[in-house]
């Protein structure tokens, strides 16, 4: 090990990790809340007010394909912001990303509908989205970069974690912010205006997210690399040459976004849409994603903890193939018109099993690659992963599990599990990075440090925590 990297982990940088966390947690929660308001919109609201009337099943395609476009921008804001993050610092990059997201949601609330201005209102609905999918590339990889970077020795996933614990809060803030709305609103109120309040509250979230992000500090490393002139002209060259199949690793198992995918949209469009002839209320589907982000959100730090005792792979592994196989039951659980049954695979499913993925994957990614490209190799695999799992709901609402088709859960289970199984197989061949010092993270002969070594020196940094 070398003695930058002692230095870096040393007990009294305690405060420095704590606030990086404090900052990926807020960050990323508030971020996500915009980005998810979008999903339950796109699932519950849109194909009722920005597409024409007369046919059901396409409104829903429609609306499921905007949800996806955003998805699409996604590779590019990779590419874009990632470098920008690998040159001007990962402080930088999280504070652009909050206000293009902030500005791009808040413009949501005030487009007009589909009887107003016609191909207009979908026009510019994507547009937004489009910004959005920028946006939201450069958030995960940037505060996971950057938690990471401050952590100490062998506690890179506890702290990493945080960051996953943060979506997760945003994603339940997402679907909490609609709980009252289409409970307590008549149909007519929630689809002319009710709707649009939780995108105008992204004022608050932009506000909060840069008083938050312009207050923290720039990582040790990445001032290190920048005062050794170390920083690269072209970060995207540089990362794929030097780890392409690293990047390549980070998109298959980034197909994992399937799960979520799978339950807040198309599960969603399913459970509630008239057409797929389920029932079940808008206001009683939003607290399934509730229940299991409250579940997942107490679970992720353990976890992620657990993953600097035993190891990355082993617990997203187990996530992957864990929540595929769940997938069924939890749409089998719709199918039969099941409430209560539902919630359970749901929590089982999501908030529990998946997490052993969602959990570790902040600490994972950046691991594998070296400082100089770690946010834009991180930010392009994980991106153009993501981008493919938007299309999912899209792809088996109209070909694999249409409106009025039958064996629903069988065949989208099938698919879901499918996709798992690849994002377990690249687990799998990746190489185990816990033990392996932060300077030589990303280097083909980085050696993981003898368990008995590591051990002691994960004590000597101290089992600080987040508090």
């Not at 440090?449 to 089992?463: K, M, S």
Request: charged residues 10%.
């Amino acid at each position: 090990m070398s003695v930058n990297n002692v230095s870096q982990d040393a007990p009294e940088a305690v405060q420095a990790p704590r606030q990086a966390a404090a900052s990926g947690w807020v960050g990323s929660a508030l971020e996500y809340y915009d980005f998810f308001i979008y999903a339950q919109a796109a699932a519950l609201i849109f194909p009722q007010i920005f597409f024409p009337k007369g046919n059901d099943q396409v409104a829903i395609v429609a609306s499921l394909a905007t949800y996806g476009v955003g998805y699409v921008a996604r590779p590019i804001g990779a590419f874009v912001l990632g470098r920008y993050g690998d040159r001007h610092g990962r402080k930088s990059v999280l504070v652009l990303c909050m206000i293009l997201m902030g500005i791009s949601t808040m413009a949501v609330a005030l487009l007009p509908t589909y009887q107003q201005v016609g191909i207009l209102a979908p026009l510019l609905l994507v547009i937004l989205r489009l910004i959005q999918g920028f946006a939201v590339a450069g958030e995960i990889s940037g505060a996971s970069s950057m938690i990471a970077e401050h952590a100490p020795f062998g506690r890179r996933g506890y702290f990493a974690s945080f960051a996953l614990q943060g979506t997760q809060f945003g994603q339940l803030l997402a679907a909490a912010v609609f709980l009252p709305l289409a409970h307590f609103l008549p149909e007519a109120s929630f689809n002319s205006w009710g709707w649009r309040i939780p995108f105008l509250l992204s004022f608050f979230v932009l506000v909060a997210g840069y008083y938050i992000r312009r207050n923290v500090h720039e990582t040790p490393v990445f001032e290190e690399e920048a005062e050794a002139g170390a920083i690269p002209e072209s970060p995207i060259r540089a990362a794929f040459r030097e780890n392409g199949s690293n990047i390549g690793r980070v998109m298959c198992m980034a197909l994992m976004n399937v799960i979520p995918t799978i339950t807040t949209v198309f599960g969603a469009a399913y459970a509630t849409q008239k057409d797929y002839g389920i029932g079940f209320s808008k206001d009683v589907f939003l607290w399934i994603p509730v229940v299991g982000n409250i579940v997942a959100a107490l679970l992720i730090p353990l976890v992620g903890s657990l993953s600097d005792r035993i190891g990355r792979r082993p617990l997203i592994i187990g996530g992957a193939l864990g929540s595929g196989l769940l997938s069924f039951g939890y749409l089998w659980a719709i199918s039969q018109q099941n409430v209560p049954l539902a919630f359970l695979f749901s929590v089982l499913m999501w908030g529990i099993v998946y997490q052993g993925y969602n959990a570790v994957f902040p600490s994972f990614y950046p691991e594998l690659f070296r400082t100089k490209t770690r946010v834009t190799s991180m930010a392009v695999g994980q991106n153009i992963g993501t981008m493919l799992t938007a299309f999912f709901p899209v792809l088996i609402s109209q070909y694999i599990a249409p409106t009025h088709s039958s064996n629903i859960p069988i065949k989208v289970g099938l698919f879901t599990l499918t996709i798992c199984i690849i994002a377990a197989i690249a687990a799998y061949s990746a190489k185990g990075t816990y033990r392996i010092p932060m300077d030589d993270l990303g280097k083909p002969d980085a050696r993981p440090l003898p368990e008995d070594e590591y051990l002691r020196l994960r004590a000597e940094a101290g089992g600080t925590s987040v508090s």
